[in-house]
């Protein structure tokens, strides 16, 4: 994949992926290797590691940017598509991102992308996707489904963290490292914990359970604790 070729002109670049899909991974992908070989002005949104450049916080702020590349994570939180009578207003400040010669990457879920918005981009970067979630008659739709390759199913785009489609007028599949100092979620603890197992003497590993009893069984400590059903319990 020929990045520069991408990023060589004003236009808008959608990253279209389900959940947990190496969304972010690829943004800051993009971002490394553009700064690699080119000096630009970066402007980010949404982003949750810190990659220098220009932070934005509203579309007012969007609006003044010139002559930069702009990267907009989950964007639906930044353009208000909910609301009928703003999709005329945020129309005019995507006039505004060729006008003020901005490249804009907008990253979100299928069904983020709807017509409007589909209808909007140049390029299209295709992650993990399940078909349900796109918007009937999108033009992400058209383009995810018309796409032949295995990896394209009844009910999912199924590709890995690392693989993505992208279309720019034709479809390449391409691989993207696994960039470890920007995974912000590498370092969640696990929701499930392995119980503490105690021996029994048949030497199987049981996990321990712990009985809520009476205050008086405590004067009583070694009295068997009582049980709804003697049959199904273990000390």
């Known amino acids: 994949m020929e990045i520069k070729k991408i990023f060589n002109e004003p236009k808008i670049i959608g990253i279209v992926a389900d959940p947990n899909s190496g969304k972010s991974n690829l943004f800051y992908y993009l971002i490394e290797e553009l700064k690699k070989t080119s000096s630009f002005n970066l402007v980010t949104y949404g982003l949750l590691n810190d990659v220098g450049g220009q932070k934005i916080y509203s579309i007012e702020e969007l609006e003044r940017v010139?002559?930069?590349v702009v990267f907009v994570?989950?964007?639906?939180?930044?353009?208000d598509l909910e609301d009928r009578k703003k999709v005329k207003i945020i129309e005019k400040t995507f006039r505004l991102i060729f006008h003020n010669n901005?490249?804009?990457?907008?990253?979100?879920?299928?069904?983020?992308f709807r017509k409007f918005i589909s209808n909007k981009l140049n390029t299209i970067f295709f992650g993990k996707c399940s078909i349900g979630d796109f918007i009937n008659g999108s033009r992400v739709k058209s383009l995810?489904?018309?796409?032949n390759g295995n990896e394209l199913g009844s009910s999912v785009l199924n590709l890995t963290e690392d693989s993505f489609i992208v279309y720019d007028g034709h479809y390449e599949k391409v691989k993207v490292p696994y960039l470890t100092t920007m995974d912000t979620k590498?370092?969640?603890k696990p929701i499930l914990v392995e119980k503490i197992v105690n021996e029994k003497l048949s030497g199987e590993n049981v996990?321990?359970?712990?009985?809520?009893?009476?205050?008086?069984?405590?004067?009583?400590?070694?009295f068997p604790t009582p049980v709804e059903d003697y049959n199904d319990y273990s000390l």
């Open 66 to 68: 010139r002559d930069s």
């Open 73 to 79: 994570d989950e964007f639906y939180t930044l353009f």
């Open 102 to 112: 901005n490249i804009l990457v907008l990253g979100g879920v299928p069904e983020n």
């Open 144 to 147: 995810c489904l018309n796409y």
């Open 186 to 188: 590498k370092g969640n």
């Open 207 to 222: 996990p321990i359970e712990v009985i809520e009893t009476p205050e008086y069984y405590d004067e009583f400590p070694d």
